[in-house]
């Protein structure tokens, strides 16, 4: 077992690290920019190291800084958490140079997997059904041949990240032409690269993920699935295990075809295998994400483990225990976003000093994650996220009206936040029953909800 470990992170998930890594009896090295000089998982952390300015390319994407971060406090391995450096298949294999465990997959795995061409051929070579797609493009003229072969509407795709970044959904070729540009400078700033796909859109699909875990020795675990399917602009608000909808069947057969890709693809530690699921529950793969999601809490709630431990005690050496294991979900868990964002502003984000702070008052299943405290500065630099409401309870009604009400507790002021809105959400009787699809909240909640706000002021 490593005796310390470097979280290459910020905000929820670094303080979540941490704690676990104590938890673990090793401790914890925290980098951080010049903007979270004072921030809580620099000072729960045993050791710290500044990194660089405020800016995430001159800091938490700085990969030469964080490995000499590394070895100048005696880092044996690096935990990455998600976003930054978390996918790079760049930094893997940096790690490993510099003989510091990189706590995910291999490199060659994650460039792989990463490339959503490379992770297509793959799959399909699996006998893995696909969304039925095009080859990498990189010039409007190769993409609008692919879009006519497909037929529209298309989703137009960066081929080397995921996030939501690089994505748009058009329905001709006028609108094609006139997100290409846009699309390809968004994919490019964000990943390094030029190369675009485009999907074809399934409409009324579901968006299901499962969550894999596999270790050194071959064997792969595969909990119950999460519903991402709400979502705005493709970026996820509300996450809930099992889908409300799915049948047993079809879990059994998201379950069975993620093992066979984790297998296939010779994969270690922790990822996640994402699905669209359409209303006659045919199943096509999506991409896979070579990291710990956002939302992994609802997963562990409904199956009682901790992923972030597991995926030390995998890049340690040790097996899973009692090898393959396809998990049965206990219960209903949510998980909602807490965002630094104006919704009625195209969710904007927002930033602002935290003067008041009140977490919901717990009790039990209930969950909050955070590293956000009373006196913190929310800055431009990073992602709006300032923590996770999580909740579990036995019945998906039960599971609703604990969100609610753990929602009504919580408040914060001096910054703006989605809370309101995710409110709406929970009360919406569509998404109650689990019966939204991926454009669900874009076509049909936020329309109705805007119109309600205006109306209420």
């Not at 995921?162 to 994505?167: E, L, P, R, Y």
């Not at 602009?233 to 295990?241: A, F, N, P, T």
Request: aromatic content about 6%.
């Amino acid at each position: 077992m490593f005796k310390r470990i470097l979280v290459a992170n910020r905000g929820e998930i670094a303080v979540r690290l941490i704690q676990v890594i104590h938890e673990l009896g090793a401790s914890a090295v925290a980098v951080y920019s010049e903007a979270d000089a004072s921030a809580l998982h620099v000072q729960l952390a045993d050791a710290a190291v500044c990194i660089g300015p405020a800016k995430a390319s001159d800091s938490y994407l700085h990969m030469q800084n964080i490995l000499s971060a590394a070895v100048l406090t005696g880092a044996e391995a690096i935990h990455p958490g998600f976003g930054f450096l978390a996918e790079s298949a760049d930094f893997a294999e940096l790690c490993a140079q510099a003989g510091v465990v990189f706590i995910g997959p291999k490199a060659q795995v994650i460039r792989r997997l990463g490339d959503k061409a490379q992770a297509r051929t793959l799959v399909q070579e699996l006998e893995v059904p696909v969304i039925p797609g095009s080859e990498v493009v990189t010039t409007l003229d190769a993409a609008l041949a692919a879009a006519a072969t497909l037929g529209y509407p298309v989703m137009l795709k960066a081929a080397a990240g995921g996030g939501g970044k690089g994505i748009r959904q058009v329905t001709s070729a006028a609108l094609l032409t006139e997100a290409w540009p846009l699309a390809q400078t968004e994919a490019t700033a964000a990943f390094g690269e030029a190369g675009m796909y485009l999907e074809k859109v399934l409409v009324g699909a579901k968006h299901l993920e499962v969550q894999v875990l596999a270790d050194r020795q071959g064997a792969v675990w595969t909990l119950p699935e999460r519903d991402c399917s709400l979502q705005h602009h493709k970026q996820k608000l509300l996450e809930v295990s099992p889908c409300l909808s799915c049948t047993p069947q079809t879990r059994a057969r998201l379950q069975a075809l993620a093992e066979r890709i984790a297998s296939g693809s010779a994969y270690e530690n922790a990822g996640t295998v994402e699905f669209l699921v359409t209303p006659d529950e045919q199943v096509y793969f999506m991409e896979m994400n070579t990291r710990i999601q956002v939302e992994h809490p609802v997963s562990e709630m409904v199956t009682g483990l901790d992923l972030l431990a597991t995926q030390i005690t995998v890049a340690a050496g040790q097996p899973l225990p009692n090898g393959t294991r396809r998990w049965a979900p206990n219960g209903v868990a949510i998980e909602c976003r807490v965002n630094a964002e104006a919704p009625t502003q195209d969710f904007a984000p927002q930033t602002g000093t935290v003067t008041r702070l009140e977490w919901p008052l717990g009790g039990a299943g209930v969950r909050v994650d955070r590293g956000l405290r009373v006196g913190d500065t929310i800055t431009p630099y990073y992602d709006a996220m300032l923590a996770k409401l999580i909740v579990h309870a036995a019945t998906p009604a039960l599971a609703w009206a604990k969100m609610a009400r753990v929602l009504a507790e919580l408040e914060i002021t001096g910054v703006q936040t989605n809370q309101r809105f995710q409110q709406g959400l929970v009360q919406d009787a569509t998404i109650q029953q689990g019966h939204a699809a991926i454009d669900y909240v874009d076509r049909v909640f936020i329309p109705d909800w805007q119109q309600k706000e205006a109306a209420s002021c």
